[in-house]
Structures are given as structure tokens and as C-alpha cells.
Nanobody, 123 residues
Framework: QVQLVESGGGLVQPGGSLKLSCAAS????????IGWFRQAPGKEREGVSC????????SDADFVKGRFTISKHNAKNMAYLQMNSLKPEDTAVYYC????????????????WGQGTQVTVSS
């Protein structure tokens, strides 16, 4: 059974950091690219960051460049999103998703999604 489970969300003050984790099971993560997406209340879901299945090439949305870092550990079947210098506008539910193949995307093509983890940035 294919499953993605996010964790690591929570409440953090502006300027703080969080590290999200995405645990994959039921398939081999090395064959899949990973994407992190987010959806704030009343807004559409948007791509945050993605990374290729191997080689570690990544792509980030402009609004997180220099603040967020995506990574994946194929041997552990895990993916991560390190978020630094968090801002109130980063508040959203964050989802990890996987797409089969090498190439990643900040928009479409994902096969499986996790249930999401809430990130709230507030003082």
C-alpha cells in the first residue's frame, strides 16, 4: 500500500525554523521525484520546492528561495523540507507528493499525496 506521511509541522514564531519530514512506504522512493506543496486557507495549492529522483537537482518557488531547502534520503525512503526565516505568510498546510521518474515539477504530474501537516507562523 502506497503511503506518504508528513510530520514536523507546528507553531513557530516569525524568523524561526521547522523541518518537515515525509515518510514513504509501499514503494521505492529512489524511483520518484518529490515535491512539497502548500495550501493556505482560501488560497489555491502552490508548489514550494521539488527534487529529482536521483542526483539531487532541485527547484524552488521564488517566495522560498534562500529560506527553504528540500532533500531526500532514498535509502531511508524519506524526504525533508528545512524551512528557515519563516514568515506569517508561510502559514499553510504542507503536503509532500511523489511522481514517478527523474524530473520534478512545481505544478503537475504527481501520483501520490500525503495528508498534510499544518505550519503556523505567528507571534
Amino acid at each position: 500500500q502506497v503511503q506518504l506521511v508528513e510530520s514536523g509541522g507546528g507553531l513557530v514564531q516569525p524568523g524561526g525554523s521547522l523541518k518537515l519530514s515525509c515518510a514513504a512506504s509501499g514503494f521505492n522512493l529512489k524511483d520518484y521525484a518529490i515535491g512539497w506543496f502548500r495550501q493556505a486557507p482560501g488560497k489555491e495549492r502552490e508548489g514550494v520546492s521539488c527534487i529529482t529522483s536521483t542526483d539531487g537537482f532541485s527547484s524552488d518557488a521564488d517566495f522560498v528561495k534562500g529560506r527553504f531547502t528540500i532533500s531526500k534520503h532514498n535509502a531511508k525512503n524519506m524526504a525533508y523540507l528545512q524551512m528557515n526565516s519563516l514568515k506569517p505568510e508561510d502559514t499553510a498546510v504542507y503536503y509532500c507528493a511523489v511522481k514517478r521518474g527523474w524530473e520534478c515539477s512545481l505544478t503537475f504530474g504527481y501520483d501520490y499525496w500525503g495528508q498534510g501537516t499544518q505550519v503556523t507562523v505567528s507571534s
